[in-house]
């Protein structure tokens, strides 16, 4: 059974850090690009950042990009996302996913196969 354990949300003044983690079980994490999304409040759940199998390649939303960096352990099955300037218009719930198409560092959320829980981040002005 596939599990992505979504943590590190919480609430921050706008100019501060986070860093999710999502913690990968059932499957050989090492063969999956992963991604984070996020869907704020009456919204799409929107693209935000994807690594690729061996935490090379990387995409970033234009939103987030030199603001956010995305990485993976592969020894500890484990994928990050490092949230730096955050600003009130990050704030949603985050989820991390799991695209066991190497390489294809996808934005589009339908090629995703597994999905973590998701955590609150909120951002306050």
């Known amino acids: 059974q596939v599990q992505l354990v979504v943590s590190g949300g919480g609430l921050v003044q706008a100019g501060g850090s986070l860093r999710l983690s999502c913690a990968a079980s059932?499957?050989?994490?090492?063969?999956?690009?992963m991604g984070w999304y996020r869907q704020a409040s009456g919204k799409y759940r929107e693209f935000v950042a994807a690594?690729?199998?061996?935490?090379?390649?990387?995409i970033y939303a234009d939103s987030v990009k030199g603001r956010f960096t995305i990485a993976r352990d592969n020894d500890r099955n484990t994928a990050f996302l490092q949230m730096n300037s955050l600003k009130p218009e990050d704030t949603a719930v985050y989820y991390c996913?799991?695209?066991?198409?190497?390489?294809?560092?996808?934005?589009?959320?339908?090629?995703?196969?597994?999905w973590g829980q998701g955590t609150q981040v909120t951002v306050s002005s």
């Open positions: 996913a799991a695209d066991r198409s190497k390489l294809r560092l996808s934005p589009i959320r339908s090629n995703y196969d597994y």
């Open positions: 690594v690729s199998w061996d935490g090379g390649p990387t």
């Open positions: 059932g499957l050989t994490f090492s063969n999956y690009d």
